[in-house]
């Protein structure tokens, strides 16, 4: 299995619009390319994605354990030529000082060859002892190959590269240049989801080429290619466990995109059809037998959301009537009584009694440990278990008129109001925390037996 892992020394020196390049340049070669993402991230996944025609799976030791690591690498990776491994922030950051969950130590547990991406800007031979300190750093780190980015011209990538031929033995795979034409529109959370972007083909088809015309890619393949073989137990999809399935919702559309692709196919293993949901241009649900309305940008479409007023009123009054609902974060604010944001205010789907205000810093941010309350709707649930997931939400859930019931209670995070997270009214469960249904939570069969449970006790 040939693979790669795109790391930097640091982070926003422009590695994921590299990888966006490097997948997108080796699919126009006909390769069908295989990326994933270190950490929870959803956006650099739907650019990358978009980049190679192939969903992006997210490798998280916050959810994951490392053998779970390894099968998700294996089992998306086994029909495809290449896998691309991006990595978060630098190559040896993580959240634990020994290095236990860095980007270094993804790529020794895939036993991946890492190309180093370095923001070259002021920088000549002192990019010698920059690299050889992150070789001497961790000796079981692979760093086959460099990338030298935004470089100032012809004669910068000279003497860069002169430097790193002469003091290290790393093989220079290319210099791109400095170039506003490399750049992705970001905004508070970060790049501006391609889902959103109108021109989101045109931007990769420009990347791709920059990338194909300044970086070897025969040599990339080359490192690739080296790579060693990864043993471990294959994933092996568990039969559905009823024979008729059920139909769930999902809005998807530039308003909310964030979805794990594992996830969704989790909810259809579990015997569920999905349906796509646009809460910006339908009028109403269809016929479905619950609802998932997962992350994104409200904030940027709330007039658009707010001018769609018989879908707001078709979920409202499908969530009063009982239907089995499941948000998260953005989904959660499309849900309030409104949205306000640069002054302005807009009405939402209002079956949560507050307003969610977004403010110019996060409000919530980062790795969450939540643990279930008696008031958790879905069936299965242990309030002893810890539960690790992830928040990054710039509103927060003010003015509330109502007392609410909540499913989690926040061990570490901020949630709903820092003590609490998971509205519960009816069958909704609604949450800033984004869920990853690993082996430490299946919250997709979970939601797919509640639906079923919902539809037992109406007949009942």
């Known amino acids: 299995m040939a693979r790669i892992f795109i790391s930097a020394t640091h982070k926003s020196s422009g590695k994921t619009t590299l ?25 650099d996944p739907l650019w990358l994605g978009a980049a190679s025609q192939r969903p992006c799976h997210n490798l998280d030791f916050n959810t994951m354990t490392p053998a779970e690591i390894i099968q998700t690498v294996q089992h998306y990776s086994q029909n495809a030529d290449i896998a691309l491994i991006e990595a978060n922030k630098g190559l040896y950051d993580g959240m634990a000082l020994n290095g236990s969950d860095s980007n270094a130590a993804v790529a020794k547990l895939t036993q991946s060859p ?12 002192g990019i010698a002892p920059l690299l050889l300190g992150y070789q001497a750093f961790d000796r079981e780190v692979n760093i086959a190959g460099i990338i030298f980015n935004r470089v100032g011209g012809a004669r910068h990538a000279a003497k860069l590269r002169e430097s790193v031929e002469h003091y290290t033995d790393i093989k220079v795979l290319g210099a791109v240049q400095n170039n506003p034409e490399m750049e992705i529109e970001e905004r508070h959370l970060g790049l501006m989801p391609s889902n959103e972007s109108g021109a989101a083909e045109q931007q990769i088809a420009r990347i791709r080429d920059l990338v194909a015309e300044q970086v070897d890619l025969r040599a990339v393949l080359g490192i690739a290619e080296r790579a060693v073989g990864l043993e471990g137990r294959a994933i092996h999809e568990s039969p559905l466990q009823y024979s008729g399935s059920l ?11 964030f979805y794990y692709p594992g996830d969704l196919e989790a909810l259809q293993q579990a015997g569920a059809t999905l349906v796509p949901v646009n809460t910006l241009q339908d009028t109403a649900l269809p016929a479905i037998d619950g609802l998932f309305i997962g992350g994104g940008f409200p904030e940027t479409h709330m007039q658009q959301l707010a001018a769609n007023t018989s879908m707001r009123d078709s979920i409202r009054c499908a969530i009063d009537n009982g239907l089995p609902t499941y948000a998260e974060c953005g ?42 309350t008696a008031d958790m709707p879905w069936p299965g649930g242990d309030t002893l278990h810890t539960i690790n997931a992830h928040e990054f939400h710039y509103s927060r859930l003010e003015n509330l008129t109502a007392t609410g019931k909540f499913a989690y209670r926040m061990r570490r995070g901020t949630g709903i109001d820092g003590q609490h997270d998971g509205w519960v009214y009816r069958n909704l469960l609604a949450s800033y925390t984004h869920m990853r249904d690993t082996s430490q939570f299946r919250w997709a069969q979970r939601f797919v037996e509640f639906i079923r ?5 109406s007949i009942a």
């Open 19 to 43: 990888s966006i390049g490097l997948c997108a340049a080796l699919h126009a070669q006909g390769l069908r390319v295989q990326p994933f993402k270190k950490g929870p991230d959803y956006i």
């Open 114 to 125: 890492v190309i180093l991406v370095v923001d070259s800007r002021g920088m000549t031979r």
């Open 247 to 257: 139909s769930i919702g999902i809005c998807q559309d530039p308003a909310f995109g």
């Open 331 to 372: 989904g959660l604010m499309y849900l309030s009584r409104s949205l306000i944001w640069n002054g302005q205010q807009a009405p939402m789907v209002g079956v949560i009694p507050g307003d969610a205000v977004m403010h110019t810093k996060p409000q919530g941010r980062g790795y969450v440990k939540l643990q279930e």
């Open 453 to 457: 449970q919902t539809q037992r006790n």
